[in-house]
């Protein structure tokens, strides 16, 4: 099922602007925004460029209306689903639907040649996440132990990893499902999240990825169990994990740095293979709270970035000898915003360059 939507409802809700905001932004009414999004008028050149301007795109991107392959989003997962508003879950979407077309558009005249297969294994009675996370390490002849690079073995399966700043901390991740089976799968995550967050969700997604095809309630627990099995397998972490104690904080960063996993998801992994009691696991949460570590906790995670993208970009410049603005109308962006967007490292918390302040006496 193909929906048709204009461009200028997908760019302005990807900014998160109503009609209204947009309006402004323009200087024209917030009618005319509505008929042009509905197709009720026409654009004359003068209002294409002050809208293309407004929203900082081509203004023949303007002109079309983008084709909007139903995409299966697996993971509009809302772990704030009461606080997170209608506008910003439509941003999300909005961002995904545009991310997908600029990516398709890079891709022009590329096949992606992966060197692992991504197959969809399904949950099943006696097959559960753990089994299915434990089936693809061996299909993919993962070895035993941490995975170093994950978003590198998950790009060579194929998936294309886009980082984006979602403008919400309530969204981690959206993965999707090309309806053509031509295109590659897609993984959005977002670019604010921390390192062993982001190597998390990672795998939580790989997991959608790979066991989801339609919504299902349990969806979001499989994913979690799918990524503990798939980051720290039971063999091999339990023995780690066995006689863990609340105190025990020296003994959870030593295991963070090696798996790579926050000391919150090592704890829920302690839990999960009981080698901790329930007792035990609301006693972690209280302290984390206590701590302040629930939102940030500390330790490092050597921070992963994906590539293909850039590889992507490389190889038109040099096979098509494409500049800047032929790779920016391929993406459909303006120069300036395909710099921002593809050719800028992301700004996040841990790459903003630090501000020196000298103290002098
Ligand atoms: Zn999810």
């Not at 995409?71 to 997962?77: K, R």
């Not at 863990?244 to 829920?268: C, N």
């Not at 903003?352 to 002098?360: G, N, Y």
């Amino acid at each position: 099922m193909v929906g048709m939507q204009s461009m200028v409802t997908l760019l302005r809700e990807a900014r998160g602007w109503t009609q209204t905001e947009l309006a402004e932004r323009a200087a024209m009414s917030q009618a005319v925004i509505s008929k042009v999004e509905t197709g009720a008028i026409e654009f004359h050149p003068e209002r294409l460029q002050r809208l293309a301007e407004a929203l900082d795109c081509r203004p023949e991107s303007l002109e079309q209306n983008a084709a909007l392959p139903s995409i299966e989003i697996t993971c509009l997962h809302r772990r704030r689903a009461s606080t997170m508003s209608v506008s910003t879950m439509k941003r999300i979407e909005a961002v995904t639907h545009l991310s997908r077309i600029s990516i398709e558009g890079l891709l022009d005249g590329i096949e992606l040649a992966p060197a692992r297969t991504l197959e969809r294994i399904e949950v099943l009675p006696g097959r559960g996440p753990a089994e299915v996370a434990r089936e693809l390490r061996h299909r993919w002849n993962v070895p035993s132990g941490p995975i170093a690079n994950l978003i590198g073995l998950v790009e060579s399966a194929g998936v294309v990893v886009v980082f984006r700043s979602f403008g919400t901390t309530g969204q981690d991740a959206v993965s999707t499902w090309p309806q053509d089976s031509q295109r590659p799968p897609m993984m959005l995550v977002n670019a604010d999240l921390s390192a062993d967050r982001l190597r998390f969700t990672v795998a939580h997604e790989l997991g959608h990825l790979v066991m989801h095809a339609l919504p299902v309630d349990s969806q979001e627990a499989e994913a979690n169990v799918f990524a503990g099995e798939f980051l720290a397998p039971a063999d091999e972490i339990r023995a780690e994990l066995e006689g863990l104690t609340t105190s025990d904080f020296r003994r959870l960063m030593a295991l963070k740095g090696q798996w790579g996993m926050s000391m919150a998801a090592l704890i829920r992994r302690a839990h999960d293979l009981e080698t901790i009691s329930d007792r035990q696991y609301r006693e972690f949460q209280v302290r984390l709270g206590k701590l302040g570590w629930r939102t940030s906790e500390p330790g490092d995670v050597a921070r992963e970035n994906p590539s293909v993208v850039d590889k992507i970009i490389e190889l038109q410049r040099h096979e098509h000898d494409y500049s800047d603005d032929d790779l920016a109308r391929l993406a459909g962006m303006t120069e300036a915003a395909f710099r921002r967007h593809y050719l800028a490292a992301p700004e996040t918390a841990a790459t903003r360059p630090q501000l020196r302040l000298a103290l002098d006496e």
